[in-house]
């Protein structure tokens, strides 16, 4: 719950340009966009709260993609922190239903397909199974016209 929480406090070191930035990042700065998955391990390390350690870690995998692509550190499967391969699919929906500076809100039809088309890529393929049956009847369901 802690890491769900604060699973993007490392954002804190991301400056405002790059996660404000309304068009495609250049590559340093998405180099610079990732960190925050590190930094958030830091941060949460250096508090010195009870399972730090966990979360720290927790926090730091939830770029992490089912197939091995993601970040920091390019972990596989269920090599990744269980946590976190649920933060992902849980942060992906919000991040996709809610209006960003560079995309536009959508609708729960479009993330579940989106979502869907990267499940066994980006997506725990059983942890997908169990987030479309949670989400169908979860009153924090986004719904847009
Ligand atoms: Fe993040």
Redesign the pocket.
């Known amino acids: 719950m802690m890491a769900a929480a604060f699973?993007?406090i490392g954002?804190i070191g991301t400056p405002d340009r790059i996660l404000l930035k309304t068009s495609p990042l250049s590559d340093s700065e998405w180099l610079q966009m990732q960190q925050?998955?590190d930094i958030g391990e830091k941060i949460m390390l250096s508090l010195g709260l009870k399972n730090a350690i966990l979360v720290g870690k927790v926090i730091r995998h939830?770029?992490e993609h089912y197939d091995g692509s993601g970040y920091p550190d390019g972990l596989l499967g269920e090599d990744i922190p269980l946590p976190s391969r649920i933060i992902t699919i849980v942060?992906s929906y919000d991040a996709m239903a809610e209006k960003r500076a560079y995309h536009q809100a959508r609708s729960h039809e479009e993330i579940m397909e989106i979502l869907h088309q990267e499940t066994g890529k980006k997506h725990d393929p059983c942890l997908m199974s169990d987030f479309c049956r949670c989400i169908e009847s979860s009153p924090l369901r986004k719904i847009y016209a």
């Open positions: 699973h993007d954002k925050h998955a939830h770029h942060d």
